[in-house]
Each structure stands twice: as C-alpha cells, then as structure tokens.
C-alpha cells in the first residue's frame, strides 16, 4: 500500500514545473537544455534539479545537458502523462467548474467524462462540456464512461460517503479536494489537494524574519 | 529573499493536517495528544511529526504527548494564522467562487474583501458576499479595505500583467494561481498553487509498480 507514502514526492511535485519549462525550451529551438537554467527558473539549486531528474531515466550530457525531445517523453512517461485518463468529478460546483475548464489538465491527459450532483437543477446540464449525472446513475456512468479517477469536490461533510460511493461503482484513485482523510481500501490511491497547505506557506513567508531565525 | 526558499516547507505544509487532528482531539475533550497518534491518522512516521512540531517550539511530555491548547495556539502563531489578513481576489471566475465560498480560510484568519475582474457584468455583484470591483480601482480599494495579500485566478496569460498591477497597488503578498512563475520585486513574496503537482502524484501513485520499482 503506497498511498500517502511516495518516497520522492518533493521531487515528483516538482516534474510538472520542469516540463512547464522544458517544453518551452523545445518552442523556443533548443536541442538541450542544462539543469542550471532549469534551477535558476525555478529558483532552485542546480544540484536539486540533476537528482529530482534522475528518477526519469535521462542522463544529461557534460556542458550539453539534457536533449529536450527525450527528456520531455521520459517526464510524460513517468508521471503516465502519455496516456488519457478519463475521470468523473463528484461535487458539480464552483470548483468542480474551475478544474473541468482547467485546460493544461487536458494536455496532461487528464479527461473529465463526467460529473455527478444530487442537485436537481444542475442535472441534465453542462460544465465546461462535461455532461453532469444524477448521483443515483454513478455506478453504471463510471462503467458506461471507462472512468478510473474520481475527483471529489463535495462539501467535506460528504466526502467519506461520496468517496465510498466511488469505490463501490469501481473506482481505484481519487483525488480528494476535501479536508477529510478518505478511508479507503488498501487497493484504492488518493491523493488529497490542501489548499490551506500552500496558505500556509504563503504566511510564513510573509513573516519574513520567521524563517530565517526558526527554520535555518 | 526567501520567496520559494523557505527551508522547512515540507514541514510547513504538514502543520495544517496536524491542526486539524489536535483540533479534532481539543472537541473530543483530549488534553494531550502523542505524536505517534498524529502520525497514524496521517500515515506518517512518528520521528517526523515530533520533528515538524519542534518548529513551533512546544515540547511534548514523555508518555503523555504534547497539550492540547498551548500546541494549537503554537502552530497557529507560527504560521500567523492568529491574526486576521484581509485579502482581495482578482479574477471573479469560477475559483474565485469555490475559494471565496471556502469556509475553512476564514477559521485560519484569511479575510476575502474584494474581488476584481474586468468583465463589466460581474462588477457591483457579489461572490459569496465579497463585492466584485472593477479592475480599474484596485490601488483605491487595496488602500481603503486594509488588503495585504492578493489571490490571483486570472487566466494564466494575465497573470504577469495582473501581478503588476496588485504590486503597484501596495500588495507585499501573492498567492498565485496561475501556472505562470511571476517576476515580482525582492520585497514581494509569492506561494503558487500548482494543481498539477498533485495529479502528478496522484498519477505515479495509480501505476504502484512503477514507485516500488524507481522510488524505493
């Protein structure tokens, strides 16, 4: 059971902003791109980036670097962002909304064949060309649809029952936009998104003196 | 400057699950809490917890654990979150709906009290309460409603342009939505939310062979 427990996953979070910038690179003409450029991007130390890159496979050559081309499909490979996952979203809200219209989930595979609410008047309509479903139909929809992610988006007083509901109709991974720790199966991975997390980041550097005198 | 270098960040990050489990234990009457129990709700590793916890210099007691109230009132003044930061929004869209209608945020003193688009037919209405102001009076309305801290959720090709704006405005403090890494001044901090960071994790979690194999 792997779930919450990803030994890189520093340096898994930080695969995406790589690409962001390697890909970038590739539009712009380069064959190669150095790990320094990358770190300076990303205010990172050169030294972080060569070792979060070796999980990749890709080896950079001495004063080339990495060759672009190979080092972006190594990076969609890892993170199995080189095939399309379909997912529905339970919870058809604001940011149920935000995330189905969220574009650059699409290039990484990521799509929304789905989304479910127990509201009555969003039922039949659309987010963002997303089809939204009566909660009753999740079972058969998760099949009809070839769904294997579900994305919860429901108030968090219903996030354990809405999470049991998606592994009942067959789901293995959600990705949990409550504040609730999901009990799951041991054959079920979650991935729970904290916003409050990165607000907590944010005040601690706004307290500037904080970090110098705790933290180093 | 310690914009994206704070060096405790994975640490920082933990802190808000942790205050929700001593949270929980303060309701269900506890006076103490161990750290083995934080850490088996989490699925983390006891060394870790204790080890994060010494950041907000609370001592646990051996075979009692740490108390209750004084560790609340200690990650809570550590991270700032014990006093109130008024904030705007620019990008009245749909996160700007699910962020602003988020309850927990204002537990942890972060205070939404304006909302800026340029789209004419939102300006004069309101998102979960928070007035929508045209773009256009925003160095008016950050000095009038005491603002310190700017939430971005505009589409990401007008995150630059937008980040400059609440500069101009008096913003010290950013929280960045977008998928753009701002330049901003040295006396500005910034945190950005980046969504993918969490489906990639997601993702490396769903193929369970492949972090055995590479990770471990």
Redesign the interface.
């Known amino acids: 059971m792997?779930?919450?427990?990803?030994?890189?996953?520093?340096s898994?979070?930080?695969?995406?902003?790589y690409l962001?910038i390697i890909r970038q690179a590739q539009k712009d003409g380069y064959e190669f791109i150095s790990g320094t450029v990358i770190a300076q991007?990303?205010?990172?130390e050169p030294i972080q980036v060569r070792k979060d890159l070796t999980?990749t496979g890709i080896i950079g050559k001495p004063k080339r670097g990495y060759p672009v081309v190979p080092l972006i499909a190594a990076i969609e490979h890892?993170?199995?962002?080189d095939s399309v996952?379909n997912a529905v979203i339970i919870g058809a809200?604001?940011?149920a909304?935000?995330?189905t219209?969220?574009q650059?989930?699409q290039l990484?595979g990521?799509n929304f064949v789905g989304a479910f609410d127990s509201d009555t008047s969003k039922i039949g309509g659309h987010i963002h060309g997303v089809p939204v479903f009566s909660m009753e139909t999740l079972n058969t929809q998760v099949k009809n649809l070839g769904a294997?992610?579900a994305v919860i988006t429901v108030p968090s007083s219903y996030a354990q029952e809405t999470a049991d509901k998606a592994v009942s109709a067959g789901i293995?991974?959600i990705?949990n936009f409550t504040?609730v720790?999901l009990n799951l199966p041991d054959d079920v991975?979650?991935?729970r998104?904290?916003?409050?997390?990165?607000?907590?980041?944010?005040?601690?550097?706004?307290?500037?003196d904080?970090?110098?005198r705790?933290?180093?």
Chains 1, 2 share one sequence.
């Not at 991007?41 to 990172?44: G, I, K, P």
């Open positions: 792997i779930n919450e427990k990803v030994p890189a996953a520093p898994i979070r930080r695969l995406p902003s962001h991007e990303l205010h990172l999980i890892f993170l199995g962002w996952k809200g604001n940011l909304t935000a995330l219209g969220y650059e989930f990484h990521l294997t992610i293995k991974s990705w504040n720790k991975v979650s991935q998104e904290d916003l409050t997390s990165g607000y907590a980041l944010l005040c601690v550097k706004m307290d500037a904080k970090p110098k705790i933290l180093e």
